[in-house]
């Protein structure tokens, strides 16, 4: 009867060893789940942006108005017969 109690005891010491240090531990699992959590903020973030550039690409197919626009902010496009001023600060 005492070596039965003896390996129960040391069964529920290397079971408990394994939930508490070995891999796979509680301690890992959790920061996993912080890790976790902090990954699905930055897919949130980038699937917020990627909504964002599919928008400005779907307005820049239906209107030339966007289109305009895009080229004189990002190149510095003015048409003909119109004067361009720069204010530097």
Known sequence: MRSIIIILVLA???LQ??????DGSVPQWHQLEKKLAS???ENNKLFARNRAIEADIAELKS?????EEQARFDFG????GETYYQFVD
Not at 63 to 67: D, E, I, N, V
């Open 17 to 22: 060893y394994k939930l508490w240090l070995g």
């Open 39 to 41: 990954q699905e903020q």
């Open 12 to 14: 529920l010491i290397g």
């Open 77 to 80: 496009m003015v048409k003909k």
């Open 63 to 67: 209107g030339a108005q966007a289109l």
